[in-house]
């Protein structure tokens, strides 16, 4: 493989040479990705979809060359994010541990109670503007949160259906141990770590418990089903990137795909924001229940297809914005995002969300990250340390490429929960977001994504215009 030597590490203690964990981690979507593509059939034709769309939207120089700058033009092509959920503590802890062997952190904290959904997520994603590029795979994680289920007994019974299982094999949990103690993975060990990894993650088309139990425990939440009553944490989603979102769905809709209505996040814009998504009704498949004949086999749905578009990361006042223009909208009547004209209203709401980069960047809205141009290069200390950031990027001396939003949106994700738990599925449970038990089942602490924003525009002011700093 030409240039694979960059991505080997060697440490002079021992000799021993470590694959990358960014290696990993792309070998790692590389092949749940297959693995997705043979379990999902639906999934290929989005990555079609989404290919086509991509290819067309590039023919535009402006964002092609938008792409360039910010290193995002190689990864577009590989980028995913999936979706798991966890039933126990214990496999929050273990799940943190497998993938810091990729390179992947817990950023963020989402509490999804507030939509009725009984649990609590993180996202796991690499945080260097190096990894980011290289490949920015994600997987937003959900923990169980058995205490918001009030009926004790069931309670219970969940409880111990999930004590029963192990989630993880004994040689992927013996490979994570072996990458912490020596500091990494040869590219042998790497292959079957992933390839162990994997099985985590598959779907087991039989249940761990009785189809009673199975229905009972559909009846209290369709969620709570879905994690206890099978043998692990199935994938439940990959997301590809598409670089136009309304583009794709109609193209989608062209072949005969049948998308949800509403597209979750902020509204079509020039310049787009944030994260908006849109998603696949589940498939039913089919489940051998424990001890019954396969004529009594009966069917699950949980998993579904979805695709995203990826705007400019908000600042906290930018997202203080987003935040209370989408409430307007969504509490208006108590209408939510329901009804033919949301997206009229919530057009009609972001009208007060300045739609420029320009605009954006001088009311402190968005990031961006900055460097010098040619005509920076050329000119003088003296002569660029009297102006203004602002002056600087007007007068050409510096570029400002808007940072792109890494992360997720809690009112989003609970919209992709609810249209995937099946009609009707609106419990409600009082807000209580819970970051300190989540962390504490984490085994760490979740990293805060608007500072990881704010030091990605800071570094590159730093590295570009030293003197600013200095003032
Ligand atoms: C996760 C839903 C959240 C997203 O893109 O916001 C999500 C799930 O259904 O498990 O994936
Ligand atoms: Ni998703």
């Keep these: ?44 034709e989005l990555l079609d979809v989404v290919a086509d769309v991509n290819a067309q939207t590039m023919r535009e120089p402006a964002l092609l060359a938008h792409l360039r700058k910010n290193g995002e033009l190689e990864r577009i092509g590989v980028e995913r994010h999936g979706a798991i959920r966890l039933g126990k503590p214990e ?15 817990p950023v963020g904290y989402y509490d999804l109670s507030v ?17 980011l590029s290289s490949n920015p795979f994600r997987v937003f994680t959900s923990l169980l949160r058995l205490e918001l289920i009030e009926d004790l007994a069931l309670r219970e019974e969940v409880q111990q259906i999930l004590a029963r299982r192990n989630i993880f094999t004994p040689r992927a949990l013996a490979l994570v141990e072996r990458a912490e103690t020596a500091g990494g993975l040869t ?46 944490p199935h994938i439940n989603h990959l997301t590809p990137r598409t670089l136009d979102i309304d583009a794709a769905q109609i193209e989608m809709t062209r072949r005969g795909m049948s998308a949800k209505d509403v597209v979750e996040g902020p509204p079509q814009r020039k310049v787009p924001i944030l994260l908006r998504q849109t998603s696949f009704r589940a498939l039913q498949e089919r489940v051998a229940f424990a001890g019954e004949s396969a004529s009594e086999a009966g069917t699950h749905t949980a998993r579904f ?4 578009q990826r705007g400019v990361a908000l600042t906290r006042k930018g997202r203080a914005l987003y935040d209370a223009l989408l409430s307007r909208v969504r509490d208006a009547n108590g209408a939510g995002n329901a009804g033919a004209d949301y997206q009229t209203r919530l057009h009609a709401a972001f009208q007060d969300f300045p739609d420029d980069l320009k605009a954006m960047r001088e009311a402190g809205l968005g ?89 990605a525009q800071e570094r590159s002011l730093k590295e570009a215009a030293p003197f600013l700093a200095a003032r």
């Design 187 to 232: 590219a042998a060990e790497a292959e079957e770590f992933v390839a162990q990894a994997l099985e985590t993650f598959r779907w087991h088309s039989e249940a761990t418990v009785s189809k009673a139990t199975y229905d009972k425990l559909l009846a209290a939440h369709r969620l709570i089903a879905d994690v206890a009553c099978f043998k692990g």
């Design 305 to 308: 297809g979805e695709i995203e």
């Design 115 to 131: 939509a009725g959904v009984p649990v609590h997520s993180t996202a796991f994603r690499p945080v260097s503007d190096a990894s």
């Design 367 to 455: 990031f961006f990250r900055y460097a010098l141009t040619d005509k920076g290069r050329a000119a003088g200390h003296d002569e660029l340390g009297a102006k203004s950031l602002e002056a600087l990027v007007d007068g050409g001396w510096l570029s400002a490429e808007p940072i792109t939003y890494e992360d997720f949106l809690p009112v989003s994700a609970a919209g992709i929960f609810q249209s995937n738990l099946g009609a009707g599925e609106q419990k409600s449970y009082a807000a209580n977001s819970a970051q300190a038990v989540f962390e504490a089942a984490l085994g760490a602490t979740v990293q805060d994504e608007i500072a990881l924003y704010e030091e």
């Design 1 to 44: 493989m030409p240039g694979a030597s960059r991505h080997l590490k060697t440490t002079p203690m021992n000799d021993t040479t470590f694959l990358c964990s960014d290696e990993i981690r792309t070998l790692f979507s590389r092949r749940m990705s297959e693995m997705y593509r043979e379990e999902v059939p639906l999934y290929g």
């Design 91 to 105: 496999e929050l802890a273990t799940i943190r541990r497998l993938f810091k062997v990729m390179g992947m952190a």
